[in-house]
């Protein structure tokens, strides 16, 4: 009984040990995977720039243009 369990154990272990070389298909998910997550990241350092400088990232004729509507709809009133 000793005999057949050590001799079946090394068979067990290879047959646990996973292939280390990846396929066509698992590279590309990786891949692709790689470049999510890098795309990710861009999009939330640039939502946490906007965040705390909002008026950068816009130009200054937008936001002065309402300004200035502004002060003339209260200079009609």
Known sequence: MATSLGSSLPAL???LR???TL???QKATF???FFLFVFL???IVRCFRILLDPY???PPST???Y???DTLDYRLA
């Open 13 to 15: 272990a290879s047959a």
């Open 18 to 20: 996973p292939d280390p």
């Open 23 to 25: 396929s066509l298909e």
């Open 31 to 33: 891949l692709f995977l």
């Open 41 to 43: 990241a861009v999009l």
């Open 56 to 58: 950068r990232s816009m």
């Open 63 to 65: 936001w002065t243009d």
């Open 67 to 69: 300004v200035e509507k």
